[in-house]
């Protein structure tokens, strides 16, 4: 191994392998703790570094139209690892990148395990990694050790950061039907940041309200896994069907409370129950369902969400969910390249950060690898640019999340890429090639296009050196 002091990883899954190849790949020593097989967890069967432990699909490779499969596109010209290994042992999926599990994680494994400088050392981390240590990546995810969770929040000055995540639906702005909904803050309050218009509301009669209870109360819901009994629920995010169980005026009294409101479509005619939607990011692109928690399987939230008076034809950015879950409140808690403000020399990547799937971890993984190994050659830590992929990603995590006072200190929430978090085009596509004007889904798949292809332009760019963004 090279003289040089190593960076330490803790974390063997998709997150920190790459981070790892990452590092080694600019000829800095890593080495790489993951504490399979001396400790396991209820959801990992193998000792072998990213294991796929739910799905073994990386979702769309359509780096065209689809954000995941531009930041397939994007990793790739990284030279990511996982993205390697995954294209070397995918299995037919369609549209979709799909991997033999077994061969995918053998191959990240060997590939790591074989490289001069990286060290895989196995065993727990039982607490903050020793101080000695001079740049540590935590990468730790969703299933990280009770006893290195412990000492991240005590070191962060968290609350909690396991817990029952029951997270609401996000919609995307350009789906919601504004004929029938409208803008506006109850009594027209203006928050700090605010104008006194910025919820959408979707007015319910009592007809509406009724029927809805009632399909809340029927939706088939997801079940916990045995190992997921005991842990609680994040206090004030109940999912919407339970508070629903507990009576029929519930919802009506609570998020879903009329009060304060009047719809500018029907100005005489009051709602029976509002629902409202809050702005989700700071593009405004996106906003979440308040008060919709949920542990609706996917398919019954599509069909009892659009319902919704405005909402029939709503595209969801990430739909409810209900899942142990261990990640920091990273808008607060990180700085722009993923260091933890408290003590700096320790940085996060992964779902721990709060981004959600597969490839999202990867992805965090591999700028927490280079942004290390920038700081390790002494260079300014370069970011990527925010309108490609990855940088929109980070983005989120690190401050693209919109903080409100009434959300409470808790409303960051784990994210999937989409083309809600990415800065808006600086002229939207309006005609084909063909000269005629694209209306509905042609107009859609277009914008689609120009976003990708703006994001490979700057990320080619940003890789060439001439469009680098230092970290704060």
Partial sequence: MSAQRPIHIVGGGLAG????????????PVVLHEMRPLRTTAAHKTEGLAELVCS????SDDAGTNAVGLLHAEMRRLDSLIMRCADAHQ???????????????????????GHPLITVAR????GLPPADWERVIIATGPLTSPP?????????GEDSLAFFDAIAPIVHRDSIDMSV??????????????????????PLDRAQYDAFVDALLAAEKVSFHEWEAETPYFDGCLPIEIMAARGRETLRHGPLKPFGLTNEHNPT??????????????LGTLFNMVGFQTK???????????TIPGLEKAEFARLGGLHRNTFLNSPVLLDGSLRLRAQPRLRFAGQITGCEGYVESAAIGLLAGRFAADEQEAQPVSLPPATTAMGALLSHITGGHVQTIDAGPRSFQPMNVNFGLFPPLARAPITGDDGKKLRGAEKTIAKKRALSARALGDLDRWIAGGDRVAAA
């Fill in 17 to 28: 392998s790459e981070a790892a190849w990452q590092i080694a790949g600019r000829g800095i």
């Fill in 56 to 59: 073994n699909s990386f979702r």
């Fill in 91 to 113: 299995v037919p999926a369609g549209g979709a990148l799909a991997v033999d599990r077994e061969e995918f994680s053998k191959a990240v494994t060997a590939a790591l395990a």
């Fill in 123 to 126: 065993g727990e981390i039982d």
């Fill in 148 to 156: 290195l969770a412990e000492a991240i929040r005590k070191l962060s």
């Fill in 181 to 202: 909904a409208w803008f506006q803050s109850r009594y027209d309050k203006a928050g700090p940041a605010g104008t006194g218009a910025d919820y959408i509301n979707c």
């Fill in 269 to 282: 005619e009051k709602a029976y129950a509002v629902i409202q939607l809050r702005q989700d990011n700071k």
């Fill in 296 to 306: 609706m399987k996917h398919g019954e939230q599509l069909r009892v969400f659009r």
